[in-house]
C-alpha cells in the first residue's frame, strides 16, 4: 500500500447530532424567558425574521446556495440584544441545563473514533460561550467553532457554518494534508463539510439515531 502523510480527520457537528435541539436557538429562548432586554429589541429581532424569509426566497429563486453577506446580518440581528455581561449571567446556568440534552451514545463514539487512531474534530456554528462548555468534556482533538466579538457578542468574527467549515479546515490542516474518513451531521447545511467524507452519518436530531 502506498504510504501518506495525510492526516485522517472524523468530523462531528453539535447541534442536533450529538445534542437535541439546538444551542442557539435554546439560549436565545432562555435570555427572553430570564431577562426584559431582549423584549426591548423585539422591533429588531422581528425585522431578522422579516430578513431571513426574503433571504431565503431571494436564494431559491436565483440558486444560491452558499452563504451570503445577508444571512450574516439577519443571525446578527436576531442577536443583537445579547451583551457581554448577559452572557457571562446567562450562559452557565444555560448550558448546566442544555448538557441534558447531549445523546447518550455521542461521548463513546468520539472515543471510539479517537481510539481509531483519527484525529477526532467537532465544527460547529455555535459560539464559543456556549459550544467549548458543552462539548470540552468530550476528549475532541480540535473543537472549532463561531468566533464573536467579546464586548459585543452578537457580531461574528467568523461563522463556522456551510462553506466556511471546509475553508477553516483547510486552513488549519492544508488543502492536500487530510482526509476526512467520516463525518456526522443532522443537516443538509453542512453537505460541504459532509461531501469531503468517504462516510456520511446523518443523525436524525429528534432521535439521535442514524439515518443511512
Not at 423584549?39 to 431571513?52: D, M
Not at 431571494?58 to 452558499?66: L, N, S, V
Request: overall charge positive; proline content about 4%.
Amino acid at each position: 500500500m502506498k504510504k501518506t502523510n495525510q492526516q485522517s480527520l472524523v468530523l462531528f457537528d453539535f447541534d442536533g447530532t450529538l445534542s437535541a435541539g439546538d444551542a442557539n436557538i435554546g439560549f436565545f429562548k432562555y435570555c427572553f424567558a430570564h431577562s426584559m432586554r431582549p423584549w426591548l429589541f423585539s422591533p429588531i429581532v422581528a425585522s431578522a425574521f422579516v430578513l431571513q424569509f426574503f433571504t431565503f426566497i431571494a436564494k431559491k429563486i436565483f440558486c444560491i446556495k452558499c452563504l451570503t453577506k445577508f444571512d450574516l446580518i439577519w443571525r446578527q440581528m436576531l442577536r443583537m440584544y445579547l451583551t457581554h455581561d448577559m452572557v457571562k449571567k446567562f450562559a452557565p446556568r444555560f448550558i448546566a441545563e442544555y448538557k441534558q440534552s447531549r445523546f447518550g451514545w455521542a461521548a463513546e463514539r468520539v472515543a471510539a473514533e479517537s481510539a481509531a487512531g483519527n484525529t477526532v474534530i467537532m465544527i460547529s456554528a455555535s459560539p464559543a460561550y456556549l459550544l467549548l462548555p458543552l462539548v470540552e468534556d468530550m476528549g475532541f482533538d480540535y473543537i472549532i467553532c463561531s468566533d464573536v466579538e467579546l464586548t459585543r457578542p452578537w457580531k461574528f468574527k467568523f461563522f463556522a457554518y456551510g462553506e466556511n467549515k471546509v475553508k477553516i479546515l483547510r486552513a488549519i490542516f492544508g488543502k492536500n494534508k487530510y482526509v476526512v474518513v467520516r463525518a456526522y451531521s443532522d443537516s443538509k447545511s453542512d453537505l460541504p463539510m459532509m461531501n469531503l467524507a468517504a462516510e456520511q452519518v446523518w443523525i436524525d436530531p429528534k432521535t439521535g439515531l442514524r439515518k443511512c
